[in-house]
């Protein structure tokens, strides 16, 4: 477990109790514990109820992405966010239908047609073909991007399975929260910030 | 010519129809715009002459689309020769050159989902002529207008306009055939229940030019306010603006006593329509309109879409106006108005009095107030310590999920209704307005505002919210008043009568069959309605 992918988790998550942490880095309590406590005792984490990043933690995760961003072959990362801005807007169509029926100023799905839900959800599959081979070339360069793969096919199997709330639920590494968090790191090694990302309509 | 002027003969005749005001046909037929131009034509109304592929074309347009076009385009070639002849002008070519609209028209309006097309029938030739007695910017301004929305809607962003204008009129007429088929418009029909199978028709008007010279403009004028019912004009003034400017968004609306100030004639002359086309229609209309000059162009009339209230205050004021009778007044209020009345909301009266802060994209329904916060952080703190909390962010990132859960609202600055943002919301149940702007975040930080995520707006302050009540507010009083003396289930407030506190469709079918003519209940105006409604499915 490297420092950069603790902050980083930390970060993305906003706050998270340890046992979350554990969860989304692949380990478990014990495994993350002793890195958790040392980077408290710098500063870098804030423990309270819950986890959460410093202002000091916050600049030292920069610097180690920037390290990170340093070397790696910018135009592999660029097509593959160009690839997964396609794929991306028809995921975010998939979630909508999944919320809304009637496109995005329709009415919220109240999940009583079960043929409709399911149409919805076979889309998934497709999504999940196409993205996998986007993580695996961007993870050419930057081999900590792979863990969203095996995330997405948690959640991807939770889908399957009947679980629905694992497609959309916040909070839980649902396929949308793991996306969602894809898609952040995407932009970070691009080299944009998200300001920049939504200047040129895309960080929505 | 005459073949295609007569509008008797049998329905398959019925392909190209001239709207000069004897058509006669039905709705159904003509769509609702073509309809509209119809009637008002008959009424010798200011209208730009007009003629309608009828949807009976539309519909064997999706089976066949080339067989067709081919069948109806020496009738549209005659149209084209009546549009010449009243307006004195020719079509492709100057000296006077010919411009034509291109529009969709269904039987049911469905706003802004179909494609329309202006300023046809434009090329070089064209540009030039228009530009020697009405200048070179407006004839520039017309032609890039026209460039834009022909590859937007017909030929797509790379492939050249075609310079003949025939060519472009076909296209046109074709795409917007085929735009009863577009996502949009599907999505649309399935959402309200409308019919697919009813094709559109397609209405070719003479275009005059609101975005020519100084007196000049376009708008939308409802005949009394669709959000309060107050019996006052309200509307949108564009001057120098085409009509499609006015739904774009993207130019600054005036309101429409702006052309009150600006051309005083010209607003009581579409007063004066107005009021004339309410008492034809007997309901408030919405009417598109074009000023080119100092003078005024209608360019097609409805009944206007409504708010609850403006739905119940309406109904009472055009039965005391003697334009509808009690029957009717009943049939305008529908039960779900009434319920949804009785359900604490934001008051039309209150909305509209607080200043507008922003306007975005609804992304989650229902009505919040609090302290914008633009920091995650700080909005957390605030929220741990009771206060309510509305998230404003220019984006959403993944860390920002826990500030919104403990907001009551979001508000961003980028970001559709697909958006991570919207999605996030509506998985929260957290009230939401996306995509306001950029800076409208920062704009509203630390201020107390009202997130309506059923408008789509951030309004001044903490709204309150409040709800009619059948007993207290007099419109509703007087509607069941009125239904009291009609309906065959007579429903009180109090009095010795049967309980009836089951307000559904079933159980005052049950009132009925069992012969109860008297009930009390919470909600008597609702039962009144509803078995009015049962009452007139029985025997029409």
Redesign the interface.
Same mark, same amino acid.
């Given at each position: 477990m490297t420092e950069l992918s603790v902050l980083q988790a930390v970060r993305l998550k906003g706050r998270v109790t340890p046992a979350d942490l554990a969860v989304t880095l692949g380990d478990d309590l014990d495994g993350i514990t002793p890195i958790v406590e040392q980077l408290t005792e710098s500063g870098l984490l804030v423990d309270g109820t819950a986890l959460k990043i410093s202002p000091s933690g916050r600049a030292r995760l920069e610097t180690l992405l920037a390290e990170e961003r340093s070397g790696i072959d910018s135009a592999t990362i660029a097509a593959a966010y160009q690839d997964f801005r396609a794929v991306n807007a028809d995921f975010k169509a998939l979630v909508t239908d999944w919320q809304l029926k009637g496109g995005p100023a329709g009415k919220p799905n109240p999940h009583d047609d079960a043929e409709y839900d399911a149409a919805v959800l076979a889309r998934l599959d497709d999504v999940h073909a196409r993205v996998v081979p986007i993580i695996d070339a961007a993870a050419t360069q930057l081999p900590r991007l792979n863990a969203y793969s095996s995330k997405l096919l948690v959640a991807l199997g939770k889908v399957n399975d009947g679980e629905t709330a694992w497609l959309t639920r916040p909070l839980i590494d649902s396929y949308h929260t793991v996306w969602f968090e894809l898609h952040e790191e995407l932009i970070g090694a691009m080299g944009l910030t998200r300001e920049e990302a939504a200047r040129s309509g895309d960080a929505q | 010519m005459t073949r295609v002027a007569r509008g008797n003969g049998t329905p398959e005749n019925h392909t190209v129809v001239l709207l000069n005001g004897d058509a006669n046909l039905p709705r159904e037929l003509l769509g609702n715009k073509g309809h509209g131009i119809d009637v008002m034509r008959r009424r010798n109304l200011p209208v730009p002459p007009a003629f309608c592929i009828t949807t009976l074309v539309g519909l064997r347009y999706l089976a066949d689309p080339k067989a067709t076009m081919d069948a109806i385009w020496d009738d549209v070639l005659d149209g084209m020769s009546w549009l010449e002849t009243d307006t004195s002008r020719t079509f492709g070519r100057g000296p006077r050159p010919l411009l034509v609209s291109v529009r969709s028209g269904a039987t049911h309006s469905m706003p802004g989902m179909m494609d329309t097309i202006l300023n046809l029938g434009m090329n070089d030739a064209v540009e030039q002529a228009l530009a020697s007695p009405e200048g070179a910017a407006f004839a520039h301004d017309t032609r890039r207008r026209f460039t834009n929305m022909y590859r937007r809607i017909v030929s797509g962003e790379s492939d050249p306009v075609p310079a003949d204008a025939h060519a472009q009129l076909r296209a046109g007429i074709e795409a917007v055939f085929a735009s009863w088929n577009s =996502?949009?418009a599907v &999505?649309?029909r399935?959402?309200y229940g409308l019919d697919d199978r009813g094709g559109t028709a397609v209405v070719v008007q003479a275009m005059v030019f609101g975005n020519q010279g100084p007196n000049s403009g376009a708008g939308a004028f409802f005949s009394r306010n669709p959000i309060t019912g107050a019996n006052e004009p309200f509307g949108e003034w564009i001057p120098g603006g085409q009509g499609d400017d006015v739904v774009s968004g993207l130019v600054d609306v005036e309101p429409i006593t702006a052309l009150r100030d600006e051309q005083p004639a010209v607003y009581d002359e579409l007063m004066d329509s107005a009021r004339s086309l309410e008492r034809l229609g007997s309901d408030m209309q919405e009417i598109e309109f074009t000023v080119e000059d100092g003078k005024l162009w209608l360019l097609q009339t409805r009944a206007a879409e409504r708010s609850a209230q403006a739905a119940v205050r309406l109904a009472l004021q055009l039965r005391s106006e003697g334009l509808i009778d009690d029957a009717e007044t009943l049939r305008r209020v529908t039960p779900a108005h009434v319920e949804a009345l009785l359900r604490p909301a934001l008051q039309p009266e209150t909305r509209l009095t607080a200043p507008l802060l922003a306007k975005g /994209? =609804?992304a989650c329904p229902g009505v919040v107030s609090g302290t914008a916060y633009t920091d +995650? @952080?700080a909005a /957390?703190d605030a929220a741990d310590q009771g206060k309510q909390v509305i998230l404003v962010r *220019?984006?959403t #990132? =993944?860390? @920002?999920?826990? !500030?919104? /859960?403990a907001a009551q609202g979001i508000v961003t *600055? +980028? !970001? !559709? %209704? %697909?958006?991570?943002? &919207? +999605? +996030?919301s #509506?998985? /929260?149940g957290r009230v939401a307005v996306v995509g306001c702007g950029h800076g409208v975040a920062a704009s509203l930080a630390g201020k107390q505002i009202t997130v309506d995520g059923y408008e789509g707006e951030v309004r001044e302050g903490n709204l309150t919210l409040s709800a009619w009540s059948e007993t207290d507010t007099p419109e509703l009083r007087e509607l069941a008043d009125i239904a009291r003396r009609i309906s065959p289930l007579r429903a009180h407030a109090t009095g010795d009568h049967p309980r009836m506190d089951d307000t559904s469709e079933a159980a005052v079918r049950a009132a009925l069959d069992t012969g109860q003519t008297d009930v009390a209940s919470e909600t008597p105006l609702i039962i009144m309605l509803t078995a009015l409604r049962l009452a007139s499915q029985v025997s029409p």
């Open positions: - | =996502p949009r &999505a649309y399935a959402h /994209l =609804p +995650v @952080d /957390l *220019d984006h #990132r =993944p860390e @920002d999920v826990r !500030g919104m /859960l *600055d +980028v !970001g !559709g %209704a %697909a958006s991570h943002a &919207a +999605v +996030v #509506r998985e /929260l």
